[in-house]
C-alpha cells in the first residue's frame, strides 16, 4: 500500500520502532521469570498483571487524550517513561518484584495504542475510506514490528544473555520516541468540562455512556472481549500443544508464530479494499468468525500444514478484524472521546487476556481438542451480536 501523505510517516515509524521493543519485552520476560526461579504460575501471572493493568489504564490515558490540545505531547512520557523500567527487568531477582515492575511498565504502555489510532483516525473525518486506510496502516506498522521483534529476539539471545538483552530493547525503545517530534499534529479545540469529579474525569464513559449505547456499539465491544478471550486462551499452551502433540521441536515452534504477524500484513493491506466493498461492520463480522475458524482448524490439526494453515487463517482474519473494528469506532466516535474509545475497546480485549487462559485451562485438562472447538464455537456465535444490535 502506497504511503501517498508524508506526514503521516513518523507516526507510523513510532509505531514500528516501538513495536519491536514492546513485542519482544512480551516474550523475553516469561524467559527472565524462568532464569530467576519463578514457577509456571508466576509466568502466567506477568500476563494476568498485564491484562489487569490495561483493563484499568487504557480508557483513562484515552481520556486524558482527549483533553490534550495535542495528543503527541502525552505519547512522549508514555513512550519514554516506560522505557527507563527496561533495564530494571535485567536486574530484578525476586519473581514477586518482576511481576510489579511489569505492572508499572504496562500502566504507561496502555495509553500508546489509543493515542496513535485516534491522532490517525483525525486526519479525517468520518469518511469510511480514509479512516480504514489510516487504520490499515497503524496496524500494519504494528504488524510489521511484532515480526521484526520475533527475528530480532532470536539473533539477541543467541549473542547475548537474557539480561544484556533487555539493555537492548531499552535503546530501540528510546528510539522510538524519535519521530514523534517530527509529527504534524494540528492543535484540537478542547470543549472544557466543568463540575466533574475526579472518578468521571478519568472515565467519562461513566457519566456519558451515549457511545457505547449507540448504534450497538457494545456489541462491537463484547465480541471484541469474547473473542480475545477465545484467541489468547487457546494460544496460551499451543507452544506445549505443537510440541508434545504435533512433534515440533521447541525452537521450531517457537518460529512457526511468525507466520501470524506475516499474515496480518498482507490481510491488513486488502482490508482497506474489502472495507470499501462490504463495510466496515461486516469486516468485523468476517473477522469474528475466520478467527472461530481458526481454532477449529488447530483442533483437528496432526501435522505441521494444519498448523501453519491455521496459523495463516488466524493472522488473515486478525487484518479484516481489527481494521474493520477500529473504522466502525472512529466513524460512530465524536473526535473528542475517540481515544477515549480505543481505549476502552483494548480494555474489553484485555479483560479477554485475564479471563481466556483460566477459562481454556480447565478445559485443556480434558482434551486440547475439546478445548479448540468449545473456544471456536464461543467466538464464532459472538459475530452474532455484531449482526444483530450494530447498526
Given at each position: 500500500?502506497k504511503?501517498?501523505?508524508?506526514?503521516?510517516?513518523?507516526?507510523?515509524?513510532?509505531?514500528?520502532?516501538?513495536?519491536?521493543?514492546?513485542?519482544?519485552l512480551?516474550?523475553?520476560?516469561?524467559?527472565?521469570?524462568?532464569?530467576?526461579?519463578?514457577?509456571?504460575?508466576m509466568?502466567?501471572?506477568?500476563?494476568?498483571?498485564?491484562?489487569?493493568?490495561?483493563?484499568?489504564?487504557?480508557p483513562?490515558?484515552?481520556?486524558i487524550?482527549?483533553?490534550?490540545?495535542?495528543?503527541?505531547?502525552?505519547?512522549?512520557?508514555l513512550?519514554?517513561?516506560?522505557?527507563?523500567?527496561?533495564?530494571?527487568?535485567?536486574?530484578?531477582?525476586?519473581?514477586?518484584?518482576?511481576?510489579?515492575?511489569?505492572?508499572?511498565?504496562?500502566?504507561?504502555?496502555?495509553?500508546?495504542?489509543?493515542?496513535?489510532?485516534?491522532?490517525?483516525s483525525?486526519?479525517?473525518?468520518?469518511?469510511?475510506?480514509?479512516?480504514s486506510?489510516?487504520?490499515?496502516?497503524?496496524n500494519?506498522?504494528?504488524?510489521?514490528?511484532?515480526?521484526?521483534?520475533?527475528?530480532?529476539?532470536?539473533?539477541?539471545?543467541?549473542?547475548?544473555?537474557?539480561?544484556?538483552?533487555?539493555?537492548?530493547?531499552?535503546?530501540?525503545?528510546?528510539?522510538?520516541?524519535?519521530?514523534?517530534?517530527?509529527?504534524?499534529?494540528?492543535?484540537?479545540?478542547?470543549?472544557?468540562?466543568?463540575?466533574r469529579?475526579?472518578?468521571?474525569n478519568?472515565?467519562?464513559?461513566?457519566?456519558?455512556?451515549?457511545?457505547f449505547?449507540?448504534?450497538?456499539?457494545?456489541?462491537?465491544?463484547?465480541?471484541?472481549?469474547?473473542?480475545?478471550m477465545?484467541?489468547?486462551?487457546?494460544?496460551?499452551?499451543?507452544?506445549?500443544?505443537?510440541?508434545?502433540?504435533?512433534?515440533m521441536?521447541?525452537?521450531?515452534?517457537?518460529?512457526?508464530?511468525?507466520?501470524?504477524?506475516?499474515?496480518?500484513?498482507?490481510?491488513?493491506?486488502f482490508?482497506?479494499?474489502l472495507?470499501?466493498?462490504?463495510?466496515?461492520?461486516?469486516?468485523?463480522i468476517?473477522g469474528i468468525?475466520?478467527?472461530?475458524?481458526?481454532?477449529?482448524?488447530?483442533?483437528?490439526?496432526?501435522?505441521?500444514?494444519?498448523?501453519?494453515?491455521?496459523?495463516s487463517?488466524?493472522?488473515?482474519?486478525?487484518?479484516?478484524y481489527?481494521?474493520?473494528?477500529?473504522?466502525?469506532?472512529?466513524?460512530?466516535?465524536?473526535?473528542?472521546?475517540?481515544?477515549?474509545?480505543?481505549?476502552?475497546?483494548?480494555?474489553?480485549?484485555?479483560?479477554?487476556?485475564?479471563?481466556?487462559?483460566?477459562?481454556?485451562?480447565?478445559?485443556?485438562q480434558?482434551?486440547?481438542?475439546?478445548?479448540?472447538i468449545?473456544?471456536?464455537?464461543?467466538?464464532?456465535?459472538?459475530?452474532?451480536?455484531?449482526?444483530?444490535?450494530?447498526?
Amino acid at each position: 500500500m502506497k504511503v501517498e501523505n508524508k506526514d503521516r510517516i513518523p507516526l507510523l515509524l513510532t509505531i514500528l520502532i516501538r513495536g519491536i521493543s514492546f513485542f519482544a519485552l512480551l516474550n523475553i520476560l516469561q524467559l527472565r521469570m524462568r532464569e530467576i526461579g519463578g514457577s509456571l504460575f508466576m509466568v502466567n501471572m506477568l500476563s494476568t498483571v498485564n491484562g489487569l493493568t490495561q483493563t484499568i489504564a487504557t480508557p483513562i490515558w484515552g481520556a486524558i487524550s482527549d483533553n490534550q490540545c495535542k495528543r503527541k505531547y502525552l505519547l512522549i512520557p508514555l513512550i519514554i517513561i516506560p522505557s527507563f523500567f527496561y533495564p530494571f527487568f535485567s536486574i530484578v531477582s525476586i519473581p514477586i518484584l518482576l511481576i510489579i515492575l511489569r505492572g508499572a511498565t504496562s500502566f504507561f504502555q496502555s495509553g500508546f495504542q489509543p493515542i496513535t489510532l485516534a491522532m490517525a483516525s483525525e486526519r479525517n473525518d468520518k469518511n469510511i475510506n480514509t479512516i480504514s486506510k489510516e487504520m490499515s496502516l497503524v496496524n500494519i506498522s504494528s504488524s510489521i514490528g511484532m515480526l521484526l521483534s520475533k527475528l530480532l529476539l532470536s539473533v539477541l539471545l543467541i549473542i547475548l544473555s537474557i539480561k544484556y538483552s533487555f539493555i537492548c530493547l531499552f535503546a530501540i525503545s528510546v528510539l522510538s520516541v524519535v519521530p514523534v517530534f517530527f509529527i504534524k499534529e494540528s492543535e484540537r479545540k478542547i470543549r472544557k468540562k466543568k463540575n466533574r469529579n475526579f472518578i468521571k474525569n478519568l472515565f467519562p464513559i461513566i457519566e456519558n455512556p451515549k457511545p457505547f449505547k449507540e448504534n450497538g456499539m457494545w456489541a462491537i465491544y463484547f465480541s471484541a472481549f469474547i473473542r480475545q478471550m477465545g484467541i489468547t486462551g487457546s494460544l496460551a499452551s499451543l507452544t506445549i500443544f505443537m510440541n508434545e502433540n504435533i512433534g515440533m521441536s521447541t525452537s521450531l515452534a517457537v518460529g512457526i508464530t511468525a507466520i501470524n504477524p506475516i499474515a496480518q500484513v498482507v490481510s491488513q493491506m486488502f482490508s482497506v479494499i474489502l472495507i470499501k466493498k462490504i463495510g466496515d461492520k461486516n469486516c468485523n463480522i468476517w473477522g469474528i468468525i475466520q478467527s472461530g475458524l481458526s481454532l477449529f482448524i488447530f483442533a483437528f490439526a496432526s501435522n505441521y500444514f494444519l498448523i501453519i494453515i491455521a496459523y495463516s487463517v488466524l493472522g488473515l482474519a486478525y487484518g479484516v478484524y481489527i481494521n474493520g473494528t477500529v473504522t466502525y469506532i472512529s466513524r460512530n466516535t465524536d473526535k473528542n472521546r475517540r481515544a477515549e474509545m480505543m481505549g476502552l475497546l483494548r480494555s474489553f480485549r484485555s479483560l479477554g487476556v485475564i479471563i481466556g487462559p483460566i477459562f481454556t485451562g480447565i478445559i485443556i485438562q480434558y482434551s486440547y481438542s475439546l478445548m479448540f472447538i468449545l473456544s471456536g464455537s464461543l467466538i464464532t456465535l459472538s459475530s452474532l451480536l455484531v449482526i444483530i444490535y450494530s447498526k
